[in-house]
């Protein structure tokens, strides 16, 4: 518990030497440019608009950026308030309250951790507190989830269920773009999803260190609620760019696996998380994924609709996750892996 970022913070005027990242990781600095002409879609339109403008729309922000911000996306503003809520409750009770959840097991399925998933087999540690839970299906992993706020569980159960939804209606948005048929995306490839709940408490030196290393998700998609503090770097055109929030609005993020599934058609951008020294930033990022065993490949139907062959080869969601820990911090290397070259 004592290594927390948010134990031992408030204590220190300069970073300790094992938070100093390499300055050619790091960020130099902290006025990077804003991500320009971050496409901004209005999912009500899928709906009640011209649908197919919204399909376009989202497949070119996929294939341009591999990141989209979506608005009016049906999930209520209240929630995502009393959600952020939740999270900020549950960062800032006492160590005794949140020592059941800790631990340094990354096999642990809902757990309290800092820096990565591996604290103790890396040299250099993030500047970063995560709770992360599976919750898909709920009833399933609810009563794993933190029993302290006490309506931690009703209310993060909710979110979880519509930012879900969200997942699936953009997910159906994206296959009918790519003309997949209605099945695609079956059960088996959404049929994990994660909750991680990131605390990156204020830091002495932004410039010495990192809140997340640079990577690309290693799931189908991503939503993402990053609250009112920018942090949220992607890499476009070589150059890193800040991706600013906006209120109530979701950053969605294509995963490696969808990259894989659209044959490199859709993009997945790399992107890291930089820290600041004047106020706690609270996130929640949600991922959709799959189980183990699931065979990730290039759609056929696609292929023959394009008369293209296959940039990847099929592989096993497990050797996607090996090849990811393998090469850490390195995602273009862990698609490489799987790549046809020709
Ligand atoms: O907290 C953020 O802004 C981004 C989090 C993220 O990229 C991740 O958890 O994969
Ligand atoms: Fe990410």
Not at 66 to 94: A, R, Y
Not at 105 to 120: E, I, N, V
Not at 242 to 269: D, M, T, Y
């Amino acid at each position: 518990m004592e290594k927390m970022v948010s134990s031992w913070c408030n204590t220190v005027k300069f970073v300790p030497q094992d938070y100093v990242f390499p300055e050619d990781t790091r960020t130099e600095d902290q006025t990077v440019p804003i991500l320009k002409n971050c496409p901004m879609i209005d999912l009500e339109k899928a709906v009640s608009g011209d649908r197919n403008d919204v399909i376009q729309q989202v497949l070119q922000a996929s294939q341009d950026c591999g990141l989209f911000q979506v608005i009016n996306h049906g999930v209520c503003d209240d929630l995502i308030k009393d959600t952020m809520e939740m999270s900020k409750e549950f960062f800032n009770m006492s160590n005794e309250e949140k020592a059941s959840l800790y631990s340094l097991d990354p096999h642990k399925s809902c757990r309290l951790y800092t820096s990565s998933f591996d604290y103790a087999r890396e040299s250099i540690h993030l500047w970063r507190d995560v709770l992360k839970h599976p919750c898909h299906p709920l009833e399933e992993w609810v009563d794993l989830w933190p029993q302290k706020p006490s309506k931690y569980r009703d209310v993060v159960g909710k979110y979880s269920i519509e930012v879900r939804n969200l997942s699936l209606r953009i997910l159906e948005l994206i296959r009918e773009g790519l003309e997949l048929k209605p099945e695609y995306f079956g059960d088996e490839m959404k049929d994990v999803q994660m909750l991680v709940l990131s605390h990156y408490p204020p830091c002495p030196d932004p410039s010495l260190t990192l809140g997340i290393l640079k990577h690309y998700d290693p799931y189908v998609i991503t939503i993402l609620y990053q609250g009112n503090m920018s942090g949220l770097q992607v890499m476009k055109d070589g150059q890193w760019v800040r991706v600013e929030p906006v209120a109530n609005a979701f950053v969605v993020n294509i995963g490696q696996l969808l990259k894989v599934i659209s044959n490199g058609k859709l993009e997945s951008v790399e992107h890291r998380v930089v820290t600041n020294s004047k106020e706690p930033r609270y996130t929640i990022a949600s991922f959709i994924g799959t189980r183990r065993d699931t065979i990730i490949e290039p759609a056929k139907a696609l292929l023959e609709k394009d008369d293209c062959r296959p940039l990847y080869q099929a592989f096993s969601y497990k050797d996607f996750l090996q090849a990811h820990k393998e090469h850490r911090g390195e995602g273009e290397a862990t698609l490489k892996v799987f790549k046809i070259e020709g």
